[in-house]
Structure formats: structure tokens, C-alpha cells
T-cell receptor, first 113, second 112 residues
Framework: NAGVTQTPKFQVLKTGQSMTLQCAQDMNHNSMYWYRQDPGMGLRLIYYSASEGTTDKGEVPNGYNVSRLNKREFSLRLESAAPSQTSVYFC????????????FGEGSRLTVL | EDQVTQSPEALRLQEGESSSLNCSYTVSGLRGLFWYRQDPGKGPEFLFTLYSAGEEKEKERLKATLTKKESFLHITAPKPEDSATYLCAVPYSGGGADGLTFGKGTHLIIQP
């Protein structure tokens, strides 16, 4: 039972480069989320998707785009990476919106030089 | 303005030394208070949900309680394997109907 799988686990980019973080869940969950975690800032919600075909902005959406490809997959794209986007990114999912029991992936550590 | 504030930021205890972690919140119309545990290099793992003042939940050496303004995570006779960062969260109130807003966490170290 894989749960929530994120790829890649580590990535180094140069300023201005683009990349996509991939996330897939095998629990048939409706809602999916992207968070970033920075020292001293805690976890902050970037974007979420309450169901297939819908996406909404969270607390810190600037510089990011998302795609809910199907019920299983939710990707996060950085079109032009900046050093301020150096962070650990977590994808999460849950069965119904707002129950609070999120299942998280193991994270993707991104460094932008 | 922070909706969720956790204290202390870090706590070092001896094995067997009980203590409590605090989570204060400022949201109105609370729709749940959630506790998570995060180990180094891992994603957070769900522990408890509390919905109303006076509610308590227990799991092994952990007990979570809720009042109208704050929640406590009590750790009784902790073991080194309880070392982790403990996060509390409330439903995100940014206009949508989904997601959580997290506190910055308490980094707990249990020394043998």
C-alpha cells in the first residue's frame, strides 16, 4: 500500500529553470494538497484540489501552477524557479474535504541556486 | 495574524519525564483541531481530531485535550521513540472549503 508518492525526492535547479513535482495517491481520495515547509515558517498551503477537475489557491500560490490530471494525480509546476522557492514540498490527500485527516507523502526537497 | 500558535518551540525531556505541549488558536467557529507527528525527513502523520471543548483523545502515551482557546498534548512517561516534531492544525479559512492551517510545531527530544 503505497499511499501518497512524490517524485522526485531531491532536485537542484538554477534560477529561472522550470520543473514539475509529481504526486500520486492510491487511496481513492477526492481531495489533494500541496504544502511547502520552511524552517521557522511551518507548513503553508500552496494549492489544493477538492475534486478531480477543480483547483484552488491556498496561502502562498504565487510562482506556482497546479494540475489535477485525474483523481490519482496532482502536480505542482514551477515555471521560473527563484531562490525563495527553495523548500521541502509535501503532497497530501484525504477522503473528504475538511476532515483534517490528511495523508502526506515523504516530501520533495528542492534547492534553487 | 497567526491562527495557530504552538509552544514551546522546542522541549527536551528525560525518558519518563511527563510534560505538555500547547496549541492556542484564534479561529471562531472551530471546525476541528488536529494533531500530527512529524519525524525528520518524513511527512506529517495524523494523530488526533478534537471537535468540542472538553473532548479528550488518547493514543499510547499521548493524550490530547481541547478548551475553547487552546489544546494540549500531554505526554506521559515518554520514551526516546516519542522524539519528533508535533504539529497542530485547524481548517484553512482562506476562502475555500478545504485544507489545514498548521502551527510551526514543537520539536520534542526525549533523552534516554
Amino acid at each position: 500500500n503505497a499511499g501518497v508518492t512524490q517524485t522526485p525526492k531531491f532536485q537542484v535547479l538554477k534560477t529561472g529553470q522550470s520543473m514539475t513535482l509529481q504526486c500520486a495517491q492510491d487511496m481513492n481520495h477526492n481531495s489533494m494538497y500541496w504544502y511547502r515547509q520552511d524552517p521557522g515558517m511551518g507548513l503553508r498551503l500552496i494549492y489544493y484540489s477538492a475534486s478531480e477537475g477543480t483547483t484552488d489557491k491556498g496561502e502562498v500560490p504565487n510562482g506556482y501552477n497546479v494540475s489535477r490530471l485525474n483523481k490519482r494525480e496532482f502536480s505542482l509546476r514551477l515555471e521560473s524557479a527563484a531562490p525563495s522557492q527553495t523548500s521541502v514540498y509535501f503532497c497530501a490527500s484525504n477522503r473528504l474535504g475538511n476532515t483534517g485527516e490528511l495523508f502526506f507523502g515523504e516530501g520533495s526537497r528542492l534547492t534553487v541556486l | 495574524e497567526d491562527q495557530v500558535t504552538q509552544s514551546p518551540e522546542a522541549l527536551r525531556l528525560q525518558e519518563g519525564e511527563s510534560s505538555s505541549l500547547n496549541c492556542s488558536y484564534t479561529v471562531s467557529g472551530l471546525r476541528g483541531l488536529f494533531w500530527y507527528r512529524q519525524d525528520p525527513g518524513k511527512g506529517p502523520e495524523f494523530l488526533f481530531t478534537l471537535y468540542s471543548a472538553g473532548e479528550e483523545k488518547e493514543k499510547e502515551r499521548l493524550k490530547a485535550t481541547l478548551t475553547k482557546k487552546e489544546s494540549f498534548l500531554h505526554i506521559t512517561a515518554p520514551k526516546p521513540e516519542d522524539s519528533a516534531t508535533y504539529l497542530c492544525a485547524v481548517p484553512y479559512s482562506g476562502g475555500g472549503a478545504d485544507g489545514l492551517t498548521f502551527g510551526k510545531g514543537t520539536h520534542l527530544i526525549i533523552q534516554p
